[in-house]
């Protein structure tokens, strides 16, 4: 939705209502209005729109003026309805919207859409309905973006909304809040899957809309094949993403289904043996059904079509440090007999042969981020047991310069 000017509707501070007689005129109503008199103008409207003698001509039939005062009806509650102002809130307890919906409903029933426009502007230019739609629309928007943020008012932020959708039904902006952040706020989720659809039917391009969908359809309702459905749909609409791809193996590897999962990456990877991504997806798969050995091969893979690919690079470097990890934890079990004292100087020599391995794999990927104080700290460990202490002393510096604290 463009950022719109927003209705001076009860955004100002008035004073109270004067003592006098009320004259029901449609002319004083919106005069009021646009005074910011909230409250006047209700009260004008109220009895114009109550009086026979104004909403009925001679003939018993609607008069001229019914269908303008039943807009301007509408327009005053929904004024009443996002007002900030907690006095003029009062003047419907309940709520505006559902008046102001009435109210509107009354005057398309008798305007049949003849009119293009009902109210005038401060200096009595026609303000267009549609205009007045996409003010009244905002104002709502606002309502409900304040409830969210300010008052944490979930449930209240989803209503704004909803009325919102009344004025602006195709509105992106207002789908995309309502069925990506409102509606799962509040646990309401087939709300929120028809307003992520109508999002995307209606051009939306956010990719928060198939993340929610994901969300909603995988962990909240548990309907993992409607879960699949939206991440080959993403797939389409963000072909560049891996991350969908992603998505689909991870439902099916939590849902056991191994076999399809790696059926599925090593057919992307036959597809495209171009694609870094696609080794890195069947690394990730071989390395989440613990098969070391094939991961390590598919994320050197990846790094050969991409020398620069630091997932790849951290993951491989990763599981490399985790054979000489293995060989450590090993040593950590030993006691102090004889026996595993031999046992350790064995375990020992390993362990560095294991660490030389893995050292290469890591200073890869500081090459490629420098600064990445994780890879650091890798190799500050490794250095450390290894005793390089020149390059100990170098990798401490870096980390001081980086905002480390490091003896």
Same mark, same amino acid.
């Not at 807009?71 to 419907?92: C, P, Q, R």
């Given at each position: 939705?463009?950022?719109?000017?927003?209705?001076? &509707?009860?955004?100002?501070?008035?004073?109270?209502?004067?003592?006098?007689?009320?004259?029901?005129?449609?002319?004083?109503?919106?005069?009021?209005?646009?005074?910011?008199?909230?409250?006047?103008?209700?009260? &004008?409207?109220?009895?114009?729109?109550?009086?026979?003698?104004?909403?009925?001509? /001679?003939?018993?039939?609607?008069?001229?003026?019914?269908?303008?005062?039943?807009?301007?009806?509408?327009?005053?509650?929904?004024?009443?309805?996002?007002?900030?102002?907690?006095? $003029?809130?009062?003047?419907?307890?309940?709520?505006?919207? *559902?008046?102001?919906?009435?109210?509107?409903?009354?005057?398309?029933?008798?305007?049949?859409?003849?009119?293009?426009? $009902?109210?005038?502007?401060?200096?009595?230019?026609?303000?267009?309905?549609?205009?007045?739609?996409?003010?009244?629309?905002?104002?709502?928007?606002?309502?409900?973006?304040?409830? +969210?943020?300010?008052?944490?008012?979930?449930?209240?932020?989803?209503?704004?909304?909803?009325?919102?959708?009344?004025?602006?039904?195709?509105?992106?902006?207002? =789908?995309?809040?309502?069925?990506?952040?409102?509606?799962?706020?509040?646990?309401?989720?087939?709300?929120?899957?028809?307003?992520?659809?109508? +999002?995307?039917?209606?051009?939306?391009?956010?990719?928060?809309?198939?993340?929610?969908?994901?969300?909603?359809?995988?962990?909240?309702?548990?309907?993992?094949?409607?879960?699949?459905?939206?991440? #080959?749909?993403?797939?389409?609409?963000?072909p560049d993403d891996t991350g969908y791809k992603q998505n689909e193996m991870s439902i099916y590897v939590g849902q056991k289904k191994y076999d399809i999962a790696r059926q599925m990456v090593e057919t992307w990877v036959k597809e495209d043996p171009t694609s870094k991504d696609n $080794? $890195?997806?069947?690394?990730?798969?071989?390395?989440?059904?613990?098969?070391?050995?094939?991961? #390590?091969?598919?994320? *050197?893979?990846?790094?050969?079509?991409? *020398?620069?690919?630091?997932?790849?690079?951290?993951?491989?470097?990763? =599981?490399?440090? #985790?054979?000489? /990890?293995?060989?450590?934890?090993?040593?950590?079990?030993?006691?102090?007999?004889?026996?595993?004292?031999? /046992?350790?100087?064995?375990?020992?020599?390993?362990?560095?042969?294991?660490?030389?391995?893995?050292?290469?794999? &890591?200073?890869?990927?500081?090459?490629?981020?420098?600064?990445?104080?994780?890879?650091?700290? *890798?190799?500050?460990?490794?250095?450390?047991?290894?005793?390089?202490?020149?390059?100990?002393?170098?990798?401490?510096?870096?980390?001081?310069?980086?905002?480390?604290?490091?003896?």
């Amino acid at each position: 939705m463009k950022k719109i000017a927003i209705l001076l &509707i009860g955004l100002m501070p008035f004073a109270a209502l004067a003592q006098k007689e009320i004259k029901p005129s449609i002319a004083n109503a919106e005069k009021a209005l646009r005074a910011g008199k909230i409250d006047e103008a209700k009260a &004008i409207i109220d009895l114009f729109t109550s009086s026979q003698e104004y909403m009925v001509d /001679k003939k018993g039939q609607p008069s001229k003026s019914a269908a303008k005062a039943w807009y301007l009806k509408g327009v005053i509650y929904a004024g009443i309805d996002t007002t900030k102002v907690e006095k $003029f809130k009062s003047l419907a307890p309940n709520g505006g919207f *559902s008046i102001a919906k009435e109210a509107f409903e009354k005057a398309e029933e008798l305007d049949k859409g003849k009119n293009p426009a $009902f109210l005038n502007d401060d200096v009595g230019f026609p303000m267009m309905n549609e205009q007045v739609k996409g003010y009244l629309a905002q104002s709502y928007l606002n309502s409900a973006v304040r409830a +969210y943020q300010e008052e944490k008012n979930f449930k209240k932020a989803l209503e704004y909304t909803e009325h919102t959708l009344y004025f602006m039904p195709n509105d992106t902006t207002t =789908l995309l809040y309502a069925g990506a952040y409102f509606a799962p706020s509040v646990e309401e989720y087939d709300k929120s899957i028809t307003y992520l659809n109508s +999002y995307i039917a209606n051009g939306g391009k956010s990719k928060d809309a198939y993340n929610a969908l994901i969300d909603v359809f995988y962990n909240k309702k548990k309907e993992y094949e409607k879960a699949i459905e939206i991440t #080959k749909k993403a797939q389409i609409a963000y072909p560049d993403d891996t991350g969908y791809k992603q998505n689909e193996m991870s439902i099916y590897v939590g849902q056991k289904k191994y076999d399809i999962a790696r059926q599925m990456v090593e057919t992307w990877v036959k597809e495209d043996p171009t694609s870094k991504d696609n $080794f $890195f997806l069947l690394g990730q798969l071989n390395q989440e059904l613990g098969e070391p050995d094939k991961a #390590k091969e598919a994320y *050197s893979n990846a790094l050969k079509i991409d *020398s620069k690919y630091f997932e790849a690079a951290t993951n491989l470097a990763d =599981l490399y440090w #985790k054979d000489a /990890k293995a060989v450590k934890d090993q040593m950590n079990q030993l006691g102090n007999s004889k026996a595993d004292m031999a /046992k350790l100087q064995e375990l020992d020599k390993a362990y560095v042969k294991k660490l030389e391995i893995a050292l290469p794999y &890591i200073e890869s990927c500081e090459k490629i981020s420098p600064d990445d104080v994780g890879v650091l700290y *890798s190799l500050l460990t490794v250095y450390s047991d290894l005793d390089y202490q020149d390059k100990i002393t170098k990798v401490k510096k870096r980390l001081k310069t980086l905002g480390e604290d490091v003896d």
